[in-house]
Every structure is written in C-alpha cells, then in structure tokens.
C-alpha cells in the first residue's frame, strides 16, 4: 500500500514560517520526482514546488520564489517544504504528490500518481 503523509501545517501569523513534511511508505520514491500542491477555499488545486528524484533539481511557482524551499532526505524517504514570510493568500490545504514520470519542471504540469491527505496551513494577519 502507497502512502505518502503530510505534517507540519498550523496556524501561523503573517511574516511567520512553518516546515511540511511528507513520508512516503509502501515502496521506494527515491526514483520520483516529488512535490507540493495546494488548494485554497473555492479555489482549484495548484502547483507549488517539485523536487527531482536526485534533490539536485528543483522547481517552484512565481508566487512562492524566494520564500519557500523543497528539499528531500532520500535515506528517510521523506520532502519538506520550508516555508518563511508567509502571507494570508499562502492559506490552503497543502498536499504532497509522488510522479515516477515527471521531472521536477513538468510536475506541475501532469497530474502525480501518488497524492497525501493534505494537511492545513492558516495564516493569520
């Protein structure tokens, strides 16, 4: 059985930071590209960052560039994203995807094989 599980998400105040967690179970996704979505209230789901299998490659929509940062730990199968000056408009459900065809640049074009449970980021004015 696949699983991949997201953590870290919270209530934060604008300006603040957080760290999400992913553990991927179940089979070996040292070899996918992973990344984050997210999908705010009333809005439809979109790309956030993507990791190349290696972590040598990374890649990040315009509105996040600079403050957040993919990264992974392949002996603990595990991405993080590490998100600083967050804004209200970063508030969403943040889920964790696994693709064993994409690259991290073409994750956020495809829809990933694999996908979390989504955990939830509030921030706060």
Not at 44 to 63: C, K, L, M, N, P
Request: hydrophobic share 35%; with cysteine; glycine share 10%.
């Amino acid at each position: 059985q696949v699983q991949l599980v997201e953590s870290g998400g919270g209530l934060v105040q604008a300006g603040g930071s957080l760290r999400l967690s992913c553990a991927a179970s179940g089979r070996t996704f040292s070899s996918y590209a992973m990344g984050w979505f997210r999908q705010a209230p009333g809005k439809e789901r979109e790309f956030v960052a993507a990791i190349s299998w290696s972590g040598s490659s990374t890649y990040y929509e315009d509105s996040v560039k600079g403050r957040f940062t993919i990264s992974r730990d392949k002996a603990k199968n595990t991405i993080y994203l590490q998100m600083n000056t967050l804004k209200p408009e970063d508030t969403a459900v943040y889920y964790c995807a696994a693709d064993p065809r994409a690259t991290a640049h073409t994750m956020g074009v495809r829809y990933p094989d694999y996908w979390g449970q989504g955990t939830r980021v509030t921030v706060s004015l």
